[in-house]
Structures are given as structure tokens and as C-alpha cells.
């Protein structure tokens, strides 16, 4: 769940040198609601995010791509997750499901179940294709 100190500093050292950061509220933006701001020519929402608790964990990121999640999975458990996600485009099965749950508490250490709830298991994906995306890139 939480990321390397070395990385932590880093992102630290970013944000405090971000135009966005609040010094006040050591946030990034409006504290907790987030708010909206144009960088690179285009529109970003801020996330509102405690940077001191943002940056500790494993796999967050900057909204404006400053800095990103450690992708430190390996390519085995890459395949094996981009290979359940390639199932679950539409549908997904009891076994599945349990699946995307373990998945969920081994990657981001969280206590994720099974759950019949359609935008909890959606969360979930959404959740896993993340740690396929930071892992391309
Ligand atoms: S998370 Fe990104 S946008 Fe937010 S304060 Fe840090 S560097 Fe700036």
C-alpha cells in the first residue's frame, strides 16, 4: 500500500514547488473537493488530496501527471491481470468477481470482497486497470 521513502520525497518535493499546492492546507487544491485548473492548455480537476497522505500511497498519481503510482508488479502479475480485465468487459462471473477482489487486496492492500454491488465491482476494475496503465507507460 504505501510507496518506497525515497519516492515519497519526491513527490513531496514536487508538490510543494507546484503552483496548485496550498501551502495552508498542504492540499492539492481546494482542500478535499478538488478544483478545476488549466495546465498545458487544458482543463484539469485537481483531487483536493492531503498531499503528506497522497504521497505515501503506493499507487497514486498526480491529476496532472507531475508524478505517478510506483508500477513495481511484474510482468507475470501484468499478464495475469490484464487477463482478467480482458474478461470482464461486459459481464463477470462469480468466479471472476472473486477474483478481482483478491487481486484488489494483494495490489492496493485493501480489504475488497466479493460484492454484488454492480458500481463496487466496477470500482474495483476501474481500480485494477490503473495498475495496467502506470505498468505501460
Ligand atoms: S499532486 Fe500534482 S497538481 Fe497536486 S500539488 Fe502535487 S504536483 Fe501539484
Redesign the pocket.
Known amino acids: 500500500m504505501f510507496a518506497a521513502n525515497k519516492t515519497q520525497d519526491e ?1 513531496i518535493t ?2 510543494r514547488k ?1 503552483k ?2 496550498k501551502k495552508k492546507s498542504k492540499t ?2 481546494t482542500p478535499i473537493v478538488g478544483n478545476k485548473v488549466t495546465y498545458r492548455k487544458k482543463e484539469h480537476k ?2 483536493g ?1 492531503f ?1 503528506d497522505i ?1 504521497s505515501r500511497l503506493r499507487f497514486a498519481q ?3 501527471g ?2 505517478s503510482g510506483e508500477n513495481n508488479i511484474t510482468e507475470l502479475e501484468y499478464k495475469e491481470l490484464k487477463k482478467l480485465l480482458s474478461y470482464t468487459v461486459s459481464e463477470v462471473t462469480r468466479e471472476q468477481n472473486r477474483e478481482i477482489a483478491i487481486l484488489h487486496r494483494k495490489y492496493l492492500y485493501s480489504n475488497a470482497k466479493p460484492s454484488s454491488c454492480r458500481s463496487c465491482v466496477v470500482k474495483n476494475i476501474n481500480d485494477l486497470h490503473k495498475i495496467i496503465e502506470q505498468y505501460e507507460q
Open positions: 513527490r514536487t508538490c507546484c496548485f499546492y492539492c487544491g485537481l483531487c488530496c498531499v497522497k498526480c491529476p496532472l507531475k508524478w
